[in-house]
């Protein structure tokens, strides 16, 4: 059963994948992985490691551009998301492309997948900003890995949750407590949920991930490349000179 969130969440997802996808998916590239946008490139980051021959899970893959770079370097790649309208675009691009990732419709916080059967799970700002509740996605991520494992995910920095979501001057200016976990939160016109943004702290995630089960082996805070201007939502070289916009975290099961 899912979740209220993860209800309101699909239905934002089907009715907004066309616009992502259009707006994004230059950056993105068919066969690419950016873990944020700051830019971090998986081919020079390596934060999975070598991949070849590895049983690799995308969490929240959008049109799964990550799992087709993935599957260039001789992964084994699934991919899930929750929104149809997102995994549509992925056989969009395996017909334009000839590329084919396995994709399936999935909550991640009840993962389809047998317990142990991965290598590596990663995820591009993929649900976990999303969930309700992120302690069953880091126990189902947990489960499905085999032991010494890795699940590498990219989120929001929490520190922008303080800030208002804008790249401008604006953006600068801390307008609520970072320690406010209220979601941020829209209704549609008969006041039914329709998005929802859920808040963890710096302290959070590393609660969460712990209590998982897993370790943290690093957590990585991009800097703002030099030449870098494209704007991202609230991301842009101006607000990226002041804050980090992203955290990646690695941990090992
Ligand atoms: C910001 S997009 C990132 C997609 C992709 N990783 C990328 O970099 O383009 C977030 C994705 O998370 C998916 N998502 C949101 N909640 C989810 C959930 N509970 N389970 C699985 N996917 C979810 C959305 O449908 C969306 O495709």
């Known amino acids: 059963m899912l979740s209220a969130s993860s209800r309101a969440n ?21 066969a690419g992985f950016v873990w944020c946008p700051e830019g971090v490139d998986e081919a020079e980051a390596h ?42 675009h992925s056989q969009r691009i395996d017909l334009e492309t000839g590329s084919r990732v396995p994709v399936l419709q999935a909550d991640a916080e009840s993962l389809p997948f047998g317990t142990a059967v991965f290598d590596l799970v990663c995820s591009a700002f993929g649900a976990l900003p999303f969930v309700a509740a992120p302690a069953r996605v880091f126990a189902e991520v947990k489960r499905v890995l085999r032991p010494g494992g890795r699940f590498v995910f990219s989120v929001s920095h929490p520190i922008r949750w303080a800030f208002p979501d804008d790249p401008g001057e604006r953006g600068l ?20 949920l329709a998005y929802v943004e859920h808040h963890r702290t710096m302290g959070d995630w590393i609660g969460l991930i712990v209590a998982g089960g897993l370790t943290v082996t690093s957590l990585m805070e991009p800097e703002w490349p030099e030449g870098h201007d494209r704007v991202w939502g609230g991301w842009s070289p101006l607000r990226g000179r002041h804050l980090p916009g992203t955290a990646i975290f690695t941990c090992s099961a």
């Open 47 to 88: 934060l999975l490691g070598d991949v070849a021959g590895k049983d690799v899970l995308e969490v929240g893959c959008g049109a799964a551009q990550c799992s087709r770079w993935l599957s260039t370097r001789g992964a084994r790649v699934v991919a899930f998301d929750i929104s149809h309208r997102q995994l549509r």
């Open 173 to 192: 200016t801390s307008d609520r407590s970072y320690f406010d976990r209220t979601p941020y939160a829209e209704t549609d016109d008969e006041g039914r």
């Open 10 to 30: 699909r239905s934002w997802w089907d009715g907004n994948a066309d616009d992502y996808q259009v707006e994004h998916g230059e950056f993105l590239r068919d």
